[in-house]
Nanobody, 117 residues
Framework: QVHLVESGGGLVQPGGSLRLSCVAS????????WGWYRQAPGKQRELVAT???????NYADFAEGRFTISLDNARAKVTLQMNNLKPEDTAVYYC???????????WGQGTQVTVSS
């Protein structure tokens, strides 16, 4: 099993920054991909950014240029640096970890990000 613990959420003013972290523990062999997703009230969960264990990244259009995902394989830690935050970024942010063969996915409990003046 895999256990993910997120931290770093909170309340920030528009234009501000937050740094989310997710630390994984448990059976972490053959992990292929790490990611951040978010879910706003009344909306479906959506991809924010992903990073493979080899460092290849993928960003949602809204995240490109404002968010940066990074991975410390040795510490089993993925980080999402979010800059120039907007009210529409308000959501619960979830850490995700995947194995592709066979496929399995794990989720953290989520951390609330609120962007408001």
């Amino acid at each position: 099993q895999v256990h993910l613990v997120e931290s770093g959420g909170g309340l920030v003013q528009p234009g501000g920054s937050l740094r989310l972290s997710c630390v994984a523990s448990g059976s972490l062999s053959s992990i292929n991909n790490w990611g951040w997703y978010r879910q706003a009230p009344g909306k479906q969960r959506e991809l924010v950014a992903t990073i493979t264990t080899h460092g290849s990244t993928n960003y949602a259009d809204f995240a490109e240029g404002r968010f940066t995902i990074s991975l410390d394989n040795a510490r089993a830690k993925v980080t999402l640096q979010m800059n120039n935050l907007k009210p529409e970024d308000t959501a619960v942010y979830y850490c995700n970890l995947e194995r592709w063969t066979p496929f399995s996915a794990y989720w953290g409990q989520g951390t609330q990000v609120t962007v408001s003046s």
